[in-house]
């Protein structure tokens, strides 16, 4: 590649704290429960109880994993009295997790030279 090339493409990559927000979304992504909270939510709002009970694990527990994920702004909150409703944040988590998930689904292509 000429040098100018490299430049452009080093001009298009995430840097500072762009980049730091997508690993940490990423690094958030990489523990199956907050998969599996997600997944959950992608079904609708639900309160911490239900999640708890869904997902198997208590509700301490899911306190904790949801305030992680609202922290990177995956899951907001609505509170109803002494209850708190979470639901995914917006389409971009939606299509963040149908993506993964397709992906993930799909076949893996034979390669030539395997068996």
């Known amino acids: 590649m000429q040098p100018d090339t490299l430049n452009d493409l080093r001009g298009k990559l995430l840097t500072g704290p762009a980049l730091g927000a997508v690993a940490e979304i990423f690094g958030l992504l990489a523990d199956p ?10 079904h609708g709002e639900r309160c911490v109880g239900d999640l708890a009970a869904v997902v198997v694990i208590s509700e ?15 899951v907001r909150v609505r509170r109803d009295g002494r209850q708190a409703f979470y639901a995914l944040d917006d389409h971009h988590v939606i299509g963040l997790l149908r993506d993964a998930r397709k992906h993930a689904e799909e076949p893996t292509p034979k390669r030539q030279g395997t068996r």
Request: aromatic fraction near 0%; hydrophobic fraction near 50%; charged fraction near 25%.
């Open 33 to 42: 429960t907050r998969v599996r909270i997600l997944d959950a939510l992608s």
């Open 60 to 74: 301490s527990a899911m306190s904790h994993q949801l305030r992680l994920l609202r922290t990177a702004r995956l």
